[in-house]
T-cell receptor
Framework: DAKTTQPNSMESNEEEPVHLPCNHS???????IHWYRQLPSQGPEYVIHGLTSNVNNRMASLAIAEDRKSSTLILHRATLRDAAVYYCILRGGSEKLVFGKGTKLTVNP | DAGITQSPRYKITETGRQVTLMCHQTWSHSYMFWYRQDLGHGLRLIYY???????DKGEVPDGYVVSRSKTENFPLTLESATRSQTSVYFC?????????????FGEGSRLTVL
């Protein structure tokens, strides 16, 4: 299964943009890039996904490199409620979804 | 209520006892998953199921048994609990598309094995 690499932790200030990176150098052409986040004491929740083009939704934006070997989750204005662990995973038609450790985002007031 | 629910939310048991964690979803999703989460390890896949009566091993299946006789239920059984199985367990279900389908997670079941 293709793997992803994320920094263990990142820090941001409230109301500033946050760019969370993810490397996936072994991504295959059919793999979709998904992002989930896990708030404290909760189950993970879906954030966004994409294949090749950049994607936007009400929660975040996803910027995908042209060679698709990396992607960045963008939170345009971080709030204290965005403090969570963010997971980048690849979905390529296999049920065996592996999450990894993710990036713990701390948002400072 | 619609959604995915896990029970019990909290369970304390003793080494060697059998424990079953229940997972129920109301969307008729084909795919269901069990993950465990321990400090320093993130989410690790235990078992998954593509449909009723179809299950397969994930990353850490040893010591666990699953079944899927009905689409909406996916119980996880620890046949003889060990202290190393103390963890938070999350069940998830997914829409049919393996590429784009969103995973929906339950609130988790916190298991302590004494």
């Amino acid at each position: 299964d293709a793997k992803t690499t994320q920094p263990n932790s990142m820090e941001s200030n409230e109301e500033e943009p946050v760019h969370l990176p993810c490397n996936h150098s072994t991504i295959s052409g059919t793999d979709y890039i998904h992002w989930y986040r896990q708030l404290p004491s909760q189950g993970p929740e879906y954030v966004i996904h994409g294949l090749t083009s950049n994607v936007n939704n009400r929660m975040a934006s996803l910027a995908i490199a042209e060679d698709r070997k990396s992607s960045t989750l963008i939170l345009h204005r971080a709030t204290l409620r965005d403090a969570a662990v963010y997971y980048c995973i690849l979905r390529g038609g296999s049920e065996k979804l592996v999450f990894g450790k993710g990036t713990k985002l701390t948002v400072n007031p | 209520d619609a959604g995915i629910t896990q029970s019990p939310r909290y369970k304390i048991t003793e080494t060697g006892r059998q424990v079953t964690l229940m997972c129920h979803q109301t969307w008729s999703h084909s795919y269901m998953f069990w993950y465990r989460q321990d400090l320093g390890h993130g989410l690790r896949l235990i078992y998954y199921s593509a449909a009723a009566d179809i299950t397969d091993k994930g990353e850490v299946p040893d010591g666990y048994v699953v079944s899927r006789s009905k689409t909406e239920n996916f119980p996880l059984t620890l046949e003889s609990a060990t202290r190393s199985q103390t963890s938070v367990y999350f069940c998830a279900s997914s829409e049919d598309s393996l590429n784009t389908g969103e995973l929906f997670f339950g609130e988790g079941s916190r298991l302590t094995v004494l």
